[in-house]
T-cell receptor, first 118, second 116 residues
Framework: DTGVSQDPRHKITKRGQNVTFRCDPI?????LYWYRQTLGQGPEFLTY????????KSRLLSDRFSAERPKGSFSTLEIQRTEQGDSAMYLC????????????????FGPGTRLTVL | AQKITQTQPGMFVQEKEAVTLDCTYD???????LFWYKQPSSGEMIFLIY??????QNATEGRYSLNFQKARKSANLVISASQLGDSAMYFC?????????????FGKGTTLSVSS
């Protein structure tokens, strides 16, 4: 059972460019989450999918951010017109409805994508 | 007010010693879950241990145990017999309510350094 994977691991871009990140959850996990982590802070929630439906969005998810999970498997997070303040680690997590983690709904995280906006 | 407070920015411990990482939480929801994650320098958040608000006993997972004091709203992580590989950032997190799919709220973390 492979873990959550994210691509790319690192991304350097210039201010104003668009970037897209991909997350592949643990197979058969139907819940997928995106978080953002800035230096010296804990992760902050961005958005949540159950299957292909985006059920919750944080106020941190400005209109420059969009996330999709078209077939209920992998997800993409796009940032348009990047700003220097978008520089952060973007973490993806997944959890399982049913199975041994049902009672805890434990979220398992990927390695993250570190974004640097110059 | 912060929902999760980790008051120790850094902790230092020698190999084979035990260490306690502090976490206090704030919620008015009677049902909640508490999690500890480890984040090495590589960046990946690794799940360590979970405690539910209705659990009668403290959670244990190998060398990790959770000292859950509900009345004090604290959920301290105890690592026994520290190893060099335990050096990392440790985050306490909470899920409020009993609905699956709820976002985790994280503290600011504690950096643990284990020396030989």
């Amino acid at each position: 059972d492979t873990g959550v994977s994210q691509d790319p691991r690192h991304k350097i871009t210039k201010r104003g460019q668009n970037v897209t990140f991909r997350c592949d959850p643990i197979s058969e996990h139907n819940r997928l989450y995106w978080y953002r982590q800035t230096l010296g802070q804990g992760p902050e929630f961005l958005t949540y999918f159950q299957n292909e439906a985006q059920l919750e969005k944080s106020r941190l998810l400005s209109d420059r951010f969009s996330a999709e999970r078209p077939k209920g498997s992998f997800s993409t997070l796009e940032i348009q017109r990047t700003e220097q303040g978008d520089s952060a680690m973007y973490l993806c997590a997944s959890s399982d409805q049913g199975g041994t983690s049902e009672s805890t709904d434990t979220q398992y995280f990927g390695p993250g994508t570190r974004l640097t906006v110059l | 007010a912060q929902k999760i407070t980790q008051t120790q920015p850094g902790m230092f411990v020698q190999e084979k010693e035990a260490v306690t990482l502090d976490c206090t939480y704030d919620t008015s929801d009677p049902s909640y879950g508490l999690f500890w994650y480890k984040q090495p320098s590589s960046g990946e958040m690794i799940f360590l241990i979970y405690q539910g608000s209705y659990d009668q006993q403290n959670a244990t997972e190998g060398r990790y145990s959770l000292n859950f004091q509900k009345a004090r709203k604290s959920a301290n992580l105890v690592i026994s017999a520290s190893q060099l590989g335990d050096s990392a950032m440790y985050f306490c997190a909470m899920r409020e309510g009993d609905q699956a799919g709820t976002a985790l709220i994280f503290g600011k973390g504690t950096t643990l350094s284990v020396s030989s």
